[in-house]
C-alpha cells in the first residue's frame, strides 16, 4: 500500500536559520512526488514536482530534492512569511490517485 | 479566471441530514479529486474521478457519494451514514493528460455536524 511519512510534525525556527523538512515514501513505482504549502484554512499551493532520483528543484528560499525512499525539502534563510504548513504527495505509475502525507506545520520567529 | 470554486464555504447540518458540497472547475482538467482534512492527520482522500461518468474511492469512501455527469461538475454528497463528518473538505482537480501531478485547490468547505 502506497504511503507517506513526514518529519517532523512541527518545527519552529528563527528567521534565517536554515533547515529540512523530511517525506520518506513507499509506493510500489513512482510517478512523481509532490510537495505544497498550506495557510490556514486555506487550499494547497502546488510548489514542486519531482520524477526521479536525483532530481532537485528550487524556488526562492526552497529547495527540494529526491532520493529513491525520501525527499528533502531544504529552507535557507526562512523569513516569517514561510511560516505554513508544507505538505508532501505521490502519485504511483499506472494510479490516478494521489496520496498524502500529514504534513509538516512550519513557524519561523521574527 | 480560472480555477475551482467549492461551495458553500461554510456549512451547518444536523445529525441524520445529507448535504452536498459543489465543486465546479473552468480549467478544462479531466481529473477531479475530494479530501477531507481533519487536524493533524493532513489529506485524506475520499474519492477520485479521472473522466466523465467514471470515479474511484480513495481510501475514506464510506458514507460519501459522488457524481460526474460533466466535466467541470464533480459534487460530494456526505450522507448520513458518514459516523463524524465535521471537517475541512477540499476539491481539487488536475490536468491528468499533461502528468505534472499539479493539483489545483478550491478554497475548501467546512461543514459542521450540530
Known amino acids: 500500500e502506497d504511503q507517506v511519512t513526514q518529519s517532523p510534525e512541527a518545527l519552529r525556527l528563527q528567521e534565517g536559520e536554515s533547515s529540512s523538512l523530511n517525506c520518506s515514501y513507499t509506493?510500489?513505482?513512482?510517478?512523481?512526488l509532490f510537495w505544497y504549502r498550506q495557510d490556514p484554512g486555506k487550499g494547497p499551493e502546488f510548489l514542486f514536482t519531482?520524477?526521479?532520483a536525483g532530481e532537485e528543484k528550487e524556488k526562492e528560499r526552497l529547495k527540494a530534492t529526491l532520493t529513491k525512499k525520501e525527499s528533502f525539502l531544504h529552507i535557507t534563510a526562512p523569513k516569517p512569511e514561510d511560516s505554513a504548513t508544507y505538505l508532501c504527495a505521490v502519485q504511483a505509475v499506472g494510479e490516478g490517485k494521489i496520496i498524502f502525507g500529514k504534513g509538516t506545520r512550519l513557524h519561523i520567529l521574527p | 479566471d480560472g480555477g475551482i470554486t467549492q461551495s458553500p464555504k461554510y456549512l451547518f447540518r444536523k445529525e441524520g441530514q445529507n448535504v452536498t458540497l459543489s465543486c465546479e472547475q473552468n480549467l478544462n482538467h479531466d481529473a477531479m479529486y475530494w479530501y477531507r482534512q481533519d487536524p493533524g492527520q493532513g489529506l485524506r482522500l475520499i474519492y477520485y474521478?479521472?473522466?466523465?461518468?467514471?470515479?474511484q474511492k480513495g481510501d475514506i469512501a464510506e458514507g460519501y457519494s459522488v457524481s460526474r455527469e460533466k466535466k467541470e461538475s464533480f459534487p460530494l454528497t456526505v450522507t448520513s451514514a458518514q459516523k463524524n463528518p465535521t471537517a475541512f473538505y477540499l476539491c481539487?482537480?488536475?490536468?491528468?493528460?499533461?502528468?505534472?501531478?499539479?493539483?489545483?485547490f478550491g478554497e475548501g468547505s467546512r461543514l459542521t455536524v450540530l
Open positions: 519531482l520524477y526521479s
Open positions: 474521478s479521472q473522466i466523465v461518468n467514471d470515479f
Open positions: 481539487a482537480s488536475t490536468n491528468a493528460r499533461q502528468g505534472t501531478g499539479e493539483l489545483f
Open positions: 509506493v510500489s513505482g513512482l510517478r512523481g
